[in-house]
């Protein structure tokens, strides 16, 4: 395993050595926004009392930005990063005729493409786990009202959520570079791959999480969950929908004015209380489909005459 480490960081040093670069870069400005946010709470907390508009809120702004760019950032190179190592790893070989030599020097395939496999998917790792954790210090700086554990907001680019990226990006390469056994394409097809990802770790949320009652409106909650619908509430309870809501309404009345102002109006959908399950879920789907895609790709390895 030493030897193969080695030789992936021989192969990809250059890959391996901008991506540590952007990783330090991402990390530096994710430390700026935090430290310059966390130093604009004091000036908002006095301007609350204000009636004249407050210049730390046009800063809290500028600062909101620049964390939904470096969020971006992070999205971006998990992607590549996830998309180079996956999708050469096969590929390489094949297209530069040299996959002959070094799977007849292997006892088999498999044990050719296990380590390696292993190996690159380790270094993934190394380069994205900082970024997946800065990303929850940086949600909370950019919702500093709102505990990152308890938003479904930016669910990609932070936690679970981007390294659930980074690693389906990771599968889908090894195996689509097997199959292509040219680099450029694999790379692009698995960079679109991402984007597919990256959809679906939005989207299962909403799939697998357990719909309910979020809150009243208006409440901060609300802006920080997956909102289906809104309902309105009994007093016993009971929820309606607008036109149920609005058949109870006497006659003579305008039955939605009568609506909204007799009953609850309430959010219904995914809570961001439910974040912890939720994210967890997520990544074991997104893992699940993964272990498949690199079984497929161990496959083709093994059954794939070199070219």
């Known amino acids: ?35 310059a946010v966390a130093g604009l709470l004091p000036s908002l907390a006095d301007c609350s009392d204000q009636t004249s508009p407050c210049p730390a809120y046009g800063l809290l702004n500028d600062q909101i930005a620049i964390g939904h760019l470096v969020m971006l950032g992070f999205l971006v190179v998990a ?12 590929s390489r070989e094949i297209e530069r005729g040299t996959a002959p ?23 993934l790792l190394v380069l994205v786990i900082p970024l997946a954790v800065a990303g929850q210090f940086l949600e909370g700086a950019i919702e500093p009202t709102v505990d990152p554990s308890a938003s479904m907001i930016d669910l990609p680019t932070r936690g679970l959520g981007l390294l659930s990226v980074a690693i389906g990006t990771f599968a889908a390469g090894l195996f689509l570079g097997a199959v292509f056994g040219r680099m450029l394409p694999a790379l692009l097809v698995t960079a679109f791959a991402g984007g597919v990802v990256i959809a679906a770790v939005a989207l299962l949320p909403a799939l ?9 409106f208006p409440s901060a909650a609300i802006a920080h ?27 003579g009345t305008n039955p939605e004015d ?27 789907i997104i893992a699940l489909v993964s272990v498949g895609l690199v079984g497929c790709a161990a496959l083709v390895v093994r059954r794939r005459r070199p070219e």
């Open 258 to 284: 009568w609506a909204w102002q007799n009953f609850d109006r309430v959010a219904y959908g995914i809570s961001g209380s439910d974040y912890p399950t939720i994210a967890l879920t997520t990544a074991a």
């Open 1 to 35: 395993m030493t030897r193969t480490l080695k030789l992936a960081l021989r192969l990809d040093r250059l890959e391996l050595a901008i991506f540590v670069l952007c990783v330090l870069g991402l990390l530096g400005c994710t430390t700026y926004v935090v430290a």
């Open 79 to 90: 992607i590549l990063a996830g998309a180079l190592l996956g999708s050469q790893l096969v």
């Open 225 to 251: 969950s997956i909102v289906f619908e809104q309902r309105f509430r009994t007093p016993n309870g009971e929820l309606l929908n607008l036109d149920e809501a609005m058949a109870m309404a006497p006659a």
């Open 208 to 216: 697998v999480g357990q719909p309910k009652v979020i809150g009243s």
């Open 101 to 123: 030599t070094v799977w007849s020097l292997a006892r088999s395939r498999l044990r050719w493409f296990a380590p390696r496999a292993a190996v690159a998917l380790a270094l």
